[in-house]
């Protein structure tokens, strides 16, 4: 039996031919300076907010803007260097801290206890999905009377709607987070006698912490928000509070410049908040074990 073989024609355009340079072009050129600081993700982001408040300041010089309804960057910049420099805005942001350092760890084990009990069972899992149904909708900030009622003017019932704006959001991510691991991976873990909640610290947990971080992020950003709100309404009717109730109370006296100033501050917290602690988890995590979605 003879064996023919053939020869497959070389398709043009797989054929790699040598490829030179052209002529009067250097490849190893280097990027200018402007270009490698642009590169970073830092200076893009300061460059926005330097832009941001270059138009503000202009806004305010130029037209003609009344400064009890619109400071100026720089009344604002003044007003938060004096509020800052009599300590007031410490005091401030320490009693905010506090409910938010007290309010935030007990919502998320609040969501823990009901995804091990959705987990668990279908029977935990309707429950979760039914008040999860009833209470995700209402926000926070409507249940503020009734946590007054409950627990009166004071700390426990900002606590309260705290723990209510963080509980549903994370609960659900993380519940959706491990409704989409693979059965295989389950699986595994089963094989290596891993069961209950083994299997879901070391194996569900790691492979759901995308979920779960989006779920804390999110959890942070509406217990932040309900906090500042809820403080808004409990300053007004207690004359007590962190920033949210030094915003009702510069505005009630007029002072527009340090209500400005008070917003930076909440809005600088964010910030820090998102990209000193949220990004380096996810950087930590995330990004070096290669499991983001």
Known sequence: ??????????????????????????????????????????????LVIVILIAAWEIYTTIGSVNPLLFPSFTSTFAALIDVTLSGEIFVKAWFSFRILFFGYPLGIALAAILVILASASRLGRDFLSLITSIFQPLPAIALLPLATLWFGFGEPSLVFVTIHSIVWAVSLSTLAGFGAVGRTLVMVGENYGVSGLGLMRLVLVPAALP?????????????????????????????????????????DWLRTDRVFATMVVIIMVGLVIENLIFVNIEKRTVRRWGTQS
């Open 1 to 46: 039996m003879q064996s023919h073989s053939t020869q497959i024609p070389d398709r043009p355009d797989f054929v790699v031919e040598d490829l030179r340079a052209p002529e009067g072009v250097d490849l190893d050129v280097e990027l200018g300076l402007f270009r490698r600081i642009m590169e970073r993700e830092a200076v893009r982001k300061a």
């Open 211 to 251: 979920s779960i971080l989006t779920g804390l992020r999110i959890g942070w950003a509406f217990a932040w928000r309900t906090l500042i709100g809820a403080e808004l309404i409990f300053g007004a009717v207690s004359g007590a509070g962190g920033l949210g109730a030094m915003v009702f109370e510069n505005s």
